[in-house]
């Protein structure tokens, strides 16, 4: 999806950005924190 991303025409406003989920769940850190990420990936 980075290369995806890399090859979309870059508009004046670029608010479209990718996230990677596996990886911000991986992390070690509290469950509300991981529930607040989550939030903002939908």
Same mark, same amino acid.
């Given at each position: ?9 870059k508009?004046? &406003?670029? *608010? +479209?950005? &990718?996230? *990677? +989920? ?16 989550l939030?903002?990936?939908l």
């Open positions: 999806m980075r290369k995806f991303n890399d090859m979309i025409p508009p004046e &406003f670029n *608010n +479209f950005q &990718f996230m *990677n +989920f596996t990886e911000i769940m991986k992390r070690d850190s509290s469950e509300l924190a991981k529930e607040t990420a939030h903002f990936l």
